[in-house]
C-alpha cells in the first residue's frame, strides 16, 4: 500500500506554499505562488524517475513508463490552485495522491502495462478566472484554446499573459489519449463524515450554470436624493440575492444557489451606489430542475430591475451539465474500497472537477474522502491522514486495475 | 457684483486636478490630487494678496485683512475634496466663491472692518475618511486632534500620514474665533431646479447617523454545501439593505436611508461569503424621528442576525444631529438675495456641511444654487454659470454686511 507519512509531508510541505496564518492556502491560479507549487511538483517527480511535459493551457503531466508506451496513460490528478481563503487539501490531495501512487510503484518496482501519469489542471477553482476548470474544459474540447487563454481576471489579465509570466505556458498541444482518468478529492461536503463512511464512490457530478449580473442605477447623494426618486443599484441586488436563495430553497431536495462575489460602485458611504456587479451561482444533480432554475432565475430578476428601474445586464457564462462517470472506473474505485475493507458508499459529487470534463474524451473515476465537518473553500479545511491514505490506496488500487491489462 | 467668468473658469481649471472623463471629479481627500488642488488655491490667494495659514488637521485659511485685524475674521468656504465619481461644484464651488468674494473686494478697493477669509475644510466627503466634517468637527471641538488625525481610510493610511505626505498638517491649533461663517454650496437636491428657484436660503440641515456593520457566517464550497447548513454573510446583508430601505420608506416625509458602501469577503465565486462589512447612513430633519430610525434599525438588524445565525458586529460610527443656523446670518442670506431681486426659498439641506460644525461656535449660515436634475455625488453634477454667479453674489452681501460693522 501507500505511504501515509509520506503523502502527509508532501500535503503539508506543498500547503506551505500561499500558507496562511489560519492554516489554509491561499495560491490563487497563475500566482507566483502558483508556480512555485508547480516548480517543486516537477521537482518532485523528477526525482520519482518521471517525465514532465506542459501542455499550452500549462497543464502538466508526469509520465512514469509502461512496458508499452505507445499506449495511453491512465492519468491522475486534480489542481493545486486554491481559494482566496481555501484549504491545504481542496485539489493538491488528488495532485498528491497521484505522485504517491507513482512513488508506491516505485516502492514495490510494479511495471505496468500502460504509462502512469500524475497530472496538475490549471485553474480548476474558477476563483481567478471564470469559468472553473477551464484548462481541464480545453483539453476536452468543451472550450478552444483561444477562450482559455483569454479568460480574465477582476483586473484584466489573462491566462495566456499569466502563463507566460510564470514560465508554464507549454509546448504541447492542449489533449491527448489517456485510458482512463481517476480523480482524489476531499468530499467538501458533509455526507461521508456524518455516516462515518471513509470511501465515497463517485456515481455522478451535478450540473452548474454560473451567472454574471451587472445593475446600472443612478449615483446620487445619500442625503439630499428623495427615496423616491432613488435607483439605488445595490438594493436591487440584494433583493436578487434573497431571491437566488429562495429559489436555492424551493427546489428541494439537493438545489444549491449561491451569490459568491459582488462589487459596488462607486462603494461610498454617502453615495447611492450606481452601479453592482455580481455572480450567481446555481447548481442541481438534474438537468430539467437546473434548467427549471435557470428560468425562475431569469424572470424573478427581470422583474425586479424593471421594477426598481434599473438597467440590466444578464450573463450566463457557464453551464456544465450533471456528468455520469464512466461504469468501468467507478467499479474499479468501488472494487478497490470494498478489497481493502473500507467503508464506503456511492456519492454524487457536489462540486465541480477536472474529471468532470475528462469524462467526456476518457473513462473517468473519482474517489471521495471525508473532510471535517464538511468544511471546504475555508481555511479551517481539515481532513484526516487516514482517511487521505485510504483514498490514496482506493486510487492506487484502481489505477493498477487499469494499468496493467 | 461678482465675476461671473472669472469664477467659472477658476472653478474649471480647479476641475481639471482630478478631471475625469465623463466631466466629473476624482479627488479624494490628502492624496496628491488633493495637494496639487491646495497649491493652486494657494497661489491664487497669494496673488490676491492674502496671507496663507494651515491648521493641524489640514485646514487653509486665506486671510485678506481688514481695517481692525485684531477683529476675528468673517470667514466663507467649503471643502475641494470630491467623492470617488464625484462633480466639479460639490465644495469647490463654496471655496472658490470664498476666492471670488475676495477678488471682488480687491476690485472694488473696498476695506472691511473685520478680516475676511476663503478657507478650505479638510476631508469634508467622509468618503476616504469617515465620517464626513471631520477636520470642521475638530475646529469646532466636537471631535478631538487626536481623533481627527487618526481616522483612517480602508487600507489604514491615518488622516495624520497623509497630512505629513502631502505636505498640509501645518503649525496652527485647529480653532480661533470666527466673526462668522458663510458657505455657498451646491443643493445636490431637486428642490431649487423643480421649483425655479435661484438661491435656497439654507435654515437648518437635517441629522444623521452612519453605521457600520460586520456580518459573520461561514465560508463554504457553493456546491456540496446544502442550503440549510449555509451560514451567508451576504445573504444576511441582502436582507438588511431592504431593511435599511424600508425604515427610510415609512419614515416619510424626509427620512432618507442608504447602504453606499459594501464588501464581500472573500468574494469568489463558488464560496459562500463568510463576512460581509457594509455602512449605513441614515438622516432626518426631526431628531426624534431619527432615534426611532436608529431603535428601528437595531431590533431588525439583530432579529435577521440571530435568525440567520450570523455574528454581527454593529457600531455607529458618527452622529450629526439636525442644525438650526444662525437667524442673523440667515437673515443675511435672505435679505441679500431680496436687494438683488433673485428668486428665493427657505430650505433644508439634506447634505452635511463643514458649516453644520462651524455653526456650533459661530454664527453661521449657507448659500444654495441649482443644480442640474438635483443630481450630485455623480460625475454628470452640472450646475449654471448664472447660478454660481447669482449665489456668489449673495455671499458677497451677506459677507460685507457681516464684516463691515
Ligand atoms: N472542487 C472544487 O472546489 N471545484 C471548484 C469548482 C466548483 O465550484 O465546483
Ligand atoms: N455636501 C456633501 O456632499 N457632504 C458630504 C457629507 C454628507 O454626506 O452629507
Known sequence: TTNEQRLWDSLMQ???IGGTEKGGCCRLA???????????FTQWCEEAGCTVRVDKMGNVFARRPGKNNDLPPVVMGSHIDTQPTGGK???????LSGLEVIRTLNDHNIETDH??????????EGSRFAPAMVASG???GVFDLEYGLSRADLDGKTMGEELQRIGYAGEHEVGSPVKAFFEAHIEQGPILEEEETTIGVVTDAQGQRWYEVTLTGQEAHAGPTPMLRRKDALLGAARIIDEVNRIGLTNQPNACSTVGLLQVFPNSRNVIPGEVFFTIDFRHPNDEVLSKMDAELREVTAKIADQMGLQMKFEQIWYSPPVPFDKGCVDSVRQAAMDAGYSHRDIVSGAGH??????RVAPTGMVFVPCENGISHN????AKPEDLHAGCNV???????????
Chains 1, 2 share one sequence.
Request: charged share 25%; with cysteine.
Open 30 to 40: 497563475l500566482t507566483d505562488l502558483d508556480k512555485q507549487a508547480r516548480d517543486l
Open 379 to 382: 481555511e479551517e479545511e481539515n
Open 89 to 95: 487539501f481542496d485539489g493538491v490531495y488528488g495532485v
Open 395 to 405: 486510487l492506487f488500487q484502481a489505477v493498477l486495475n487499469q494499468a496493467c491489462n
Open 115 to 124: 504509462p502512469v501519469e500524475a497530472s496538475i489542471w490549471t485553474n480548476e
Open 14 to 16: 506543498m500547503g506551505e
Open 138 to 140: 480545453v483539453f476536452a
Open 354 to 359: 477536472d474529471a468532470c470534463y475528462i469524462a
